[in-house]
Structures are given as C-alpha cells and as structure tokens.
C-alpha cells in the first residue's frame, strides 16, 4: 500500500469519525431541545402540572424517548465505532509509514474514546434493572458508575435497619432518576472533589409512618440557594423540573440548600412505606 493511499484512507476515517461524532452531538441536542419545549408547555399550563396524571405522561415521555435515544445510539453509532475501530487497526497493522502510523494511534485513541464517552451516555438513557435485585445495591452500583464515569468519589450510606424494597417498581424507578440526575449536575456543574448520597429515616408529624430522606451531597461550586436560582441552562432546568416532578408523583417534597462555602444538597423527602 503507497503511502498515498494510506494518507487518503486515514483521512476518510478521520471523516468518519468527525461525522459519528456530529450525529451523536445532533440527536442530543435535539432530544434537549424537545424537552425544553416540553417544559415551557408544562409552565404556560401551572394548573396541569399539578394533575398527577398529565405528570404521569410527561414522565412516560421523557423515558420512551430516552429509551429510544439509547437504543439507536447502540444500534447505529455504537456499532459503527466498532466498526472502525477494527478497520483502523487491520490498516495500522499494514501501515509502514511511521508519520501515518503516528495519526492512526491518534486517531484510534479518539475512537475510543469516543466509544468510553458513548457507552456512559447509553447507560444514563437505559431503564435501570431494578427487577430482583436489591435496591440498596442498585443505588450503590449506581454510586460505583458515577465514579467509574466521572473519577469523583461517591459515598453510599443507608441505615441497617432501613429497608428499600417495599417500595414499588415504578417508585424506586423514580426515586433512582432523581437520584441520578442529581449525580449528573454535580459531575456537570459543581467540580467537586467528593460526593456522598445518605438515606435514613426520620419521624413525620403529617405521616403515620414516618418519612425517607434521601440526600445528595457534594462539597463543589454551590451558589447561594436563598438569592440565586442554580444553574439555569436548557439541560439542568430540564433535570431540575424533572426531579420536582418524580418527587411530587412519590407524594414527596425535593429542596436543594446550596452556598458558596459549603456546596450542595438536594433533599428528597418521601413517605415510609
């Protein structure tokens, strides 16, 4: 092989993969910008945010479409990075230029990357398997794969006497995306260098059985949570109207207490079971 085909090759993978990295960047921005305009309808309607039922079906959107999202990301350009990646290595194999050996291995390093980054983004879009297995370690595995992703340290903690599963299917679903979402903004937003997620019980005067909270802590950038609004691009007001919303579907309450000092808190609040 000449080394003008070589060139000529490398530079048709580099195409490639400048093109799977557009259609990734593509479908996101398009499944964020459907959700704003999801939100902005919920606000202009203040008085259907309150039916359980309209939230019901926003919430069922939102998880079609990231169930969606997740599976064509795997179908096509998960696939497709496989692809190359296999092609790239069986031409750096034949490749005897040294300067095109040295672009292959850059470009094949980006490639995985690129698939390390895409594999993060299916596992935070797919529907968690929550089906017999305990939630104490589906929240845990949860905590193991924020740091996996993110290299910032999240500690588990849940009261021995505290058990998880008489909750349902559907309410553990939403208590484990609020959960998640709020690892997200931390990863995000808060350049912490520790994170903790704490549940414990704690006595309820308006329920007979007491409460379950469930708080998210890290000690990054917070901002003054009693004059200042957190973040407010398209991507954590959508995360933030969503956790509101599974709160209130859990017949529960969700504050978030941050300051400069200290960093931030998102507290769930949810009866006991």
């Known amino acids: 092989m000449t080394g003008t085909n070589l060139q000529t090759l490398t530079a048709a993978l580099s195409l490639y993969t400048s093109f799977f990295i557009f259609l990734v960047v593509v479908t996101f921005a398009a499944f964020i910008i459907l959700m704003v305009i999801l939100i902005h309808d919920i606000k202009s309607r203040k008085k259907l945010k309150d039916n359980r039922q309209f939230i019901e ?21 998960s696939q497709n990075i496989k ?21 292959l291995e850059k470009i094949i ?6 698939q390390k980054e895409l594999r993060a983004i299916i596992q935070n879009l797919a529907v968690p398997a929550l089906a017999n297995i305990p939630f104490k370690t589906v929240i845990n595995d949860l ?6 992703q993110s290299k ?3 500690k588990f903690f849940v009261a021995p006497d505290l058990s998880l599963d008489t909750f349902t299917t559907e309410q553990k679903h939403h208590i484990l995306r609020i959960i998640q979402e709020a690892l997200n903004n931390v990863r995000t937003h808060a350049k912490a260098e520790e994170t903790s997620v704490v549940i414990r019980r704690i006595s309820g005067q308006q329920k007979a059985g007491g409460l379950i909270r469930i708080m998210i802590f890290d000690d990054g950038e917070g901002f003054d949570s009693e004059n200042q609004l957190p973040p407010t691009d398209a991507s954590s007001h959508f995360g933030i ?3 509101e ?19 931030t808190e998102v507290r769930l609040e949810i009866p006991l079971q």
């Open 57 to 77: 079906e926003t919430i069922g959107v939102q998880e079609e479409e990231r169930r969606r999202i997740s599976q064509e990301l795997h179908d096509t350009v």
């Open 143 to 148: 905590c193991e794969q924020f740091y996996d």
């Open 109 to 114: 390093s980006l490639e995985k990357k690129n």
């Open 241 to 243: 109207s969503g956790m």
């Open 152 to 154: 910032i340290p999240c």
């Open 245 to 263: 919303m599974r709160a209130k579907l859990l017949d529960g309450t969700l504050t978030v207490n941050s300051s400069p000092d200290t960093g």
């Open 83 to 103: 692809a190359l990646l296999l092609s790239q290595k069986e031409l750096k194999d034949r490749c005897t230029d040294t300067n095109l050996l040295s672009e």
